[in-house]
């Protein structure tokens, strides 16, 4: 079965502060796709990043990086000097390749950025 | 550009009584479109998707259904609503192209008291 994991339910940081929130997935599938959203106090998930399994590469955006391993099942997010406007829930997702959307989603992960 | 619209943004109805969200997509033709629920305790979980008009498939049985009466819109809905169904609705739509990911609504939060 598919399963997203983030131990992290709540992070506190100081703003400019560097902060990474782990995600660690299962499934069986060898296509799959892993994708990042913030859903920030007023409620909408707003997308972030979509990997696919055959792509390694670690991705940087801006302040954001995002580091996956196969090998440790993990696809991990990098905020870089985190600012206030970070504040946010963070939840990580899983859809297998032969599914129609069905994202299988973490617990999500609350960062509070304090000024 | 596409856009995504879902209404109301806030609903508190008594249980028993029927239930109707609307999301409707512009700027796209014949997307995929998705309900998810968000639900204290039980994190984001997918109710319904539907690849087309009329074909509505559900992952999770329970007190709602939901109907595709046009490509661009998706209709979730109850008869009678019970204390558990209380959440955070989520209509998203969706293409299979990298980059992209799974666009979602503003959502809408129901309270059934």
């Known amino acids: 079965a598919q399963k997203v994991t983030q131990a992290q339910t709540e992070i506190s940081v100081v703003e400019k502060e560097d902060v990474t929130l782990d995600c660690v997935y299962e499934t069986r599938d060898t296509t799959y796709y892993l994708f990042w959203y913030k859903q920030p106090p007023s409620g909408e998930l707003v997308f972030l990043i979509r990997r696919n399994s055959f792509d390694e590469q670690n991705e940087i955006s801006g302040r954001y990086s995002w580091n996956f391993q196969k090998s440790t099942s993990s696809f991990n997010f990098t905020i870089t000097a985190s600012q206030v406007v970070d504040s946010a829930v963070y939840f990580c997702a899983l859809e297998d390749g032969g599914s129609q959307g069905n994202l299988i989603f973490g617990k999500g992960t609350k960062l509070s950025v304090k000024p | 550009s596409q856009t995504i619209h879902q209404w109301p943004a806030t609903l508190v109805q008594p249980v028993g009584s029927p239930l109707s969200l609307e999301c409707t997509v512009e700027g796209t033709s014949n997307p995929n479109l998705y309900w998810y629920r968000q639900a204290a305790g039980r994190g984001l979980q997918l109710l319904f998707y539907?690849?087309?008009?009329?074909?509505i498939s559900s992952e999770v049985p329970q007190n709602l259904s939901a109907s595709r009466p046009q490509d661009r819109q998706f209709i979730l809905s109850s008869k009678k609503l019970l204390l558990s169904d209380s959440g955070f609705y989520l209509c998203a739509w969706g293409v299979n192209r990298a980059p992209y990911g799974y666009t979602f609504g503003s959502g809408t939060r129901l309270t059934v008291v």
């Open positions: 539907s690849v087309g008009i009329g074909q």
